[in-house]
Nanobody, 124 residues
Framework: QVQLVESGGGLVQAGGSLRLSCAASGRTFRSYAMGWFRQAPGKERESVATINWSGATTYYADSVKGRFTISRDNVKEMVYLQMNSLKPEDTAIYYC?????????????????WGPGTQVSVSS
């Protein structure tokens, strides 16, 4: 069983930055791939960024490449999403998710555990 809790969301102006954190509990965290997903009102959930067990392999959605960075700390059992140059279209609830295999997965269906989410709002 893995429990995930996101933090760091909030309201920011366009062009600003936020850093999301995800605290994970579980004895085998370091063997899990992790991901950040988001869902805006009236839209489907989409993959934002994912990372394999070691941090050596990452995936980014085209819409966030060059602006967002995913990272992890296996000692602290934390996953981070650094978001720079935020745009109003980045407004959504952001979810942290864990996949009980070490390799990067992209679709949300690949992931087994989910946090409750944190709201990110970007004003123009």
């Amino acid at each position: 069983q893995v429990q995930l809790v996101e933090s760091g969301g909030g309201l920011v102006q366009a062009g600003g930055s936020l850093r999301l954190s995800c605290a994970a509990s579980g004895r085998t965290f370091r063997s899990y791939a992790m991901g950040w997903f988001r869902q805006a009102p009236g839209k489907e959930r989409e993959s934002v960024a994912t990372i394999n067990w070691s941090g050596a392999t990452t995936y980014y959605a085209d819409s966030v490449k060059g602006r967002f960075t995913i990272s992890r700390d296996n000692v602290k059992e934390m996953v981070y999403l650094q978001m720079n140059s935020l745009k109003p279209e980045d407004t959504a609830i952001y979810y942290c998710a864990a996949r009980t295999v070490p390799d990067v997965g992209v679709p949300g269906a690949d992931y087994d555990y989910w946090g409750p989410g944190t709201q990110v709002s970007v004003s123009s």
